[in-house]
Structures are given as structure tokens and as C-alpha cells.
């Protein structure tokens, strides 16, 4: 019955390599996810609704084609389009009031296509009309300090991309939240 | 005796098969190596990150810099002499900028492209908005027959470990370098980097 035993044993090894394998593996993986900007926990919203992700509602409120404010400033490359985002951030519990306020509690907001480009925002001040709405997820008082957002209000943060004019129907936010890594999909 | 014989050679055999397996295995460099997509001048070259076409090559003894509003920079000298590639990049799916764009030479060479800003290697670039524009490299006359160009995403090597890159042969035989380099002008504009 030599065949039962190193049936055995070759059903033992069949389990240990993989579980090996992935004790080596995963912990890599997981830290390149990191570093990579991926990974995390994820929460996403369907159109016209919001996300709850660590404490905070995420809305978002709206995508919209913008265009250079000053006819004399750079032209935008060929076939693109401005586009302007806005969200909507509500805190819903103390911990995440502070993150607003919190030196490391920044996020990185990117739109998407549905080919899986992404963009991050336009450093050019002179797409969008201004607007007077916060630039990222952070919370800033009357001295222009960072403080805690207080529970229930919301924040509204305006981002403004080029992108080619091809991908601009199917845009989709993404925003990548730290230090605690995630990412909140929000669908329009 | 002849089992002697007999251990000796299965020995020498094992030695053998112990240095050869030594000599074969790639080293640390080469384990990590960006991972390569090869091509010709004037053909696309497709890596994960972005997408490479070297349109053409020129050679000079000094440079100057045309900005996007068409002001011209103070004349660059150099030791060696300029090498002006002028290629066609895209980002795939998430901006990068080609900041690792290095020359090989024939030797073995690395000539990494030079400080100078506001060149296509400088330049960020986003999914779907190609640029075309120079990257230039100060490289001695004598080391640039043969020389090809490798591009990844990083000018720190080991950023680029199995990450992407593209390798392009510049066709600069021997004959063809020695004739660009006599004919290389005193002085040569430079354009700027152009959004297509």
C-alpha cells in the first residue's frame, strides 16, 4: 500500500508549496501595493450616490467641460478637453473631523476613463473659473491654518484635468486616500 | 582502480556542471533589468508605460534652445559633441515622464541625457496627448558609432527594476557616424517639445 502513503504525501505537498508560496509573496505584494499607490480597502458610489469610506461621505457632485479663462494664455494640446470636478466630503465622526486637518491626511483625486487612463489634475490656474472651493481634501480656518473639519459640514473641492477630448464621456473619479491606504470610485 | 577511475570523472563532470550552472546564471543586474521592448529607428516601440518612435538623429558642436514662444537660450557648448534625438512619446495609461533616457555606447558606455531643461525627457507627459521633442546627450565623437538609445521612466537605475523601457537602434555605423560627425554644424537650434 505504498501508493496510499505517498498519495499522502504528494496531496501534503500539493497544499504546503502554494500556502508556502503565499507566505513569501503576499507580504511583498501587499507592500508594493503600497508604494504603489494601490491596494487598500475600497468603497465606490454609483451615480448619484454617495461612498462611506473611513467616516466620511464622498459625493460626487459634478463633471463639467471647462475652457482657458484668458484667450492669451497657452493653448490646450490637440483634441482635449477641460474637464471640472467636483466633490462633496462630509465627516461623520470625530476621527475623520481631524483628518481634514491632519498634516498627513491628504488624498490624491484622479479621473479615470472607461479604457482604464488615468489623469491627474492641471497645475494651470486658468482652466476653470474661480471658484473660491478647496483644492484637495484638507480644511483650512479664517488664518488659513489647517483645522478640523466639524462633523456633518461638508467640504466642496474643485479639480479641473485635461483630457483627450475621446475619453471625456466616460470620465469617473478616483480618489486615493493616506496614510490609511484606500480608494474611493466615485461614478457620475 | 577503475572505480577510482569512475569517481574521479563523475566529479570533475559534477565541477564542471557546478561552474557552468554559475556561469549561466544572470546576476543581480540582470535579474532586475528593466524589462526591454527592442526596436528600430522610425518604428513604434511599445512598453507597459508609455510608447517610443526615434524620428531622427542630429549631431552638433554647440546648441541652442528654442522655447515654446520662440526665444532662443545662450549657445551650449559641450567636450564631446551633442547628440539631438528627436522622438514621438505617449504615455499608455498614467502620466509618466521618460527622465531615464540613456545613450549606450558600443563599449558599454552609459551616457545618461543631459541637465538641459524643457527637453522631451523633462517633459509629463498624459495618456492619449503624444509629444514630440529632442533629448539631447553630450557624448565624446569616438564612443558614438554604434550607440543605441534606452528610455525607461526613471534616471535613478535602480527605480527601474523590471520596470519598463524600450531600446532603439540609432543605425550609426561606423562610416555613417564619421560623415555626421564632419558635417556636424558649428551651431544648431533646437526646438521645443510640442503636444501632437
Known amino acids: 500500500m505504498n501508493w496510499k502513503r505517498d498519495l499522502w504525501y504528494g496531496l501534503g505537498l500539493l497544499a504546503l508549496v502554494p500556502a508556502a508560496l503565499a507566505a513569501q509573496v503576499l507580504p511583498w505584494r501587499e507592500r508594493y501595493e503600497t508604494l504603489a499607490g494601490k491596494g487598500g480597502r475600497e468603497a465606490v458610489a454609483a451615480h448619484g450616490q454617495a461612498a462611506r469610506f473611513n467616516g466620511i461621505e464622498w459625493r460626487l457632485k459634478s463633471i463639467t467641460e471647462g475652457r482657458p479663462q484668458d484667450p492669451t494664455a497657452r493653448p490646450l494640446p490637440p483634441r482635449t478637453k477641460v474637464a471640472i470636478v467636483v466633490v462633496g466630503l462630509r465627516p461623520l465622526t470625530e476621527q475623520a473631523s481631524k483628518w481634514f486637518g491632519a498634516m498627513g491626511g491628504t488624498c490624491k483625486i484622479r479621473v479615470t476613463d472607461a479604457a482604464g487612463r488615468t489623469w491627474g489634475p492641471s497645475i494651470r490656474g486658468d482652466l476653470a473659473p474661480k471658484s473660491g472651493l478647496s483644492p484637495s481634501c484638507f480644511n483650512m480656518d479664517a488664518d488659513f491654518k489647517l483645522a478640523p473639519l466639524p462633523v456633518g459640514r461638508e467640504l466642496t473641492v474643485q479639480t479641473v484635468y485635461v483630457v483627450p477630448a475621446d475619453a471625456f464621456r466616460t470620465l469617473r473619479v478616483e480618489v486615493r486616500v493616506a496614510p490609511e491606504p484606500g480608494t474611493v470610485r466615485l461614478l457620475p | ?196
Open chain 2, 1 to 196: 582502480m577503475r572505480r577510482a577511475i569512475t569517481g574521479v570523472l563523475t566529479a570533475a563532470l559534477l565541477l564542471a556542471g557546478i561552474v557552468a550552472v554559475r556561469r549561466a546564471t544572470p546576476d543581480a543586474d540582470a535579474k532586475y533589468a528593466p524589462i526591454a521592448s527592442v526596436g528600430e529607428m522610425g518604428e513604434q516601440v511599445n512598453t507597459a508605460a508609455f510608447q517610443l518612435r526615434v524620428d531622427r538623429v542630429q549631431l552638433a558642436r554647440s546648441v541652442r534652445l528654442e522655447d515654446a514662444y520662440g526665444l532662443l537660450g545662450q549657445p551650449k557648448s559641450t567636450a564631446g559633441v551633442w547628440v539631438v534625438v528627436w522622438a514621438t512619446v505617449a504615455a499608455t495609461t498614467e502620466e509618466v515622464t521618460v527622465q531615464g533616457a540613456r545613450l549606450r555606447t558600443a563599449d558599454g558606455a552609459e551616457y545618461l541625457a543631459s541637465s538641459v531643461s524643457g527637453t522631451l525627457d523633462k517633459t509629463a507627459l498624459a495618456p492619449g496627448m503624444p509629444s514630440y521633442g529632442p533629448i539631447l546627450f553630450e557624448v565624446p565623437p569616438g564612443r558614438l558609432a554604434g550607440a543605441a538609445l534606452e528610455v525607461t521612466v526613471h534616471s535613478v537605475k535602480s527605480l527601474d527594476h523590471l520596470g519598463p523601457a524600450a531600446a532603439v537602434d540609432l543605425r550609426l555605423s561606423g562610416p555613417y557616424t564619421k560623415a555626421l560627425i564632419e558635417q556636424a554644424p558649428a551651431s544648431l537650434t533646437v526646438g521645443p517639445v510640442r503636444d501632437l
